[in-house]
């Protein structure tokens, strides 16, 4: 479809899936006010061009839930695609810009209820390091509260997919205690960190995704600020408009002093 068309067509697909689980949300504190609500999402996917994943809005689903759902993967990468974003063994970016986006878009906990570590039916050796890193690179960026996918056994000679999981894999299942052990003892040190208003933002622009998916260059710039050691954040169009018709700096634009444009080349005339 033609990119202003498509644009207009994502919205409403983000609209009526985010009011999809504001009216389910609705139901449940109708029968009980106080229980808190959430829905997970694949929000880190966010950045690719498919249709059924551009249906998540992050700004919808943290105004509609008490938690910030989530559900990230953070997984070695198969060696065919370990350098298609630099000498990275693992897709940290995915799982880190999507915390980082959630935590702009609302500061509530994040509880990322379907972690994946291990791909499902994984046959390769997993080092319990590489569980213990990513454990405590997601609580850095915001992750309070995690189950990881799965905890099963699976005794079907690699039929289902609950084969190579974290149950099979001893010293996977040492670093994750340890890092849970860890991550408690020093929550006190992690949650200054977790609570920092972002310092340099990256634009997530819904009308220059649909003319080119900008992946890339979004996670080259990512990357970058990561390594110079920033707190970031991520900032959408609508916010912008809204700062540009109140005047108004509301997170995640509060303590902002950059805001990086990775291959943005369209966006709305209020929020340019």
């Not at 996917?45 to 839930?65: G, K």
């Not at 912008?240 to 509301?250: D, F």
């Not at 995640?252 to 990775?262: E, F, G, N, S």
């Amino acid at each position: 479809a033609p990119a202003p068309h498509l644009v207009d067509f994502i919205r409403f697909e983000r609209e009526m899936y985010a009011g999809f689980h504001r009216w389910m949300a609705g139901i449940i504190h109708e029968i009980a006010p106080e229980i808190p609500v959430h829905a997970k999402i694949m929000c880190e996917n966010e950045l690719w061009t498919t249709p059924t994943l551009y249906s998540v809005d992050v700004e919808d689903f943290a105004d509609l839930s008490d938690y910030n759902g989530n559900d990230a993967s953070f997984w070695p990468l198969a060696p065919q695609n370990c350098c298609k974003w630099g000498n990275s063994t693992t897709e940290w970016p995915l799982c880190e810009i999507a915390f980082d986006h959630q935590r702009s878009a609302a500061e509530k906990p994040i509880f990322n209820t379907e972690n994946h570590l291990i791909r499902d039916r994984e046959k390769g050796y997993i080092p319990g390091s590489f569980v213990y890193t990513a454990l405590w690179q997601q609580a850095v960026h915001g992750q309070s509260l995690t189950t990881l996918w799965a905890w099963e056994r699976a005794y079907d000679n690699g039929a289902s997919d609950f084969n190579g999981l974290i149950l099979e894999r001893p010293d996977c299942l040492n670093a994750w205690a340890h890092c849970a052990l860890d991550l408690n003892r020093l929550a006190d040190r992690l949650a200054p960190i977790q609570n920092q208003e972002p310092t340099v933002l990256l634009l997530y622009s819904l009308s220059s995704r649909a003319w080119n998916d900008g992946i890339d260059e979004s996670y080259g710039c990512y990357r970058a600020l990561t390594g110079l050691g920033q707190s970031i954040g991520v900032v959408v169009e609508k916010t912008l408009a809204e700062y540009a018709r109140t005047g108004k700096r509301v997170r995640p634009l509060k303590d902002a002093r950059a805001i990086v444009l990775p291959s943005v080349g369209h966006l709305p005339d209020e929020a340019r």
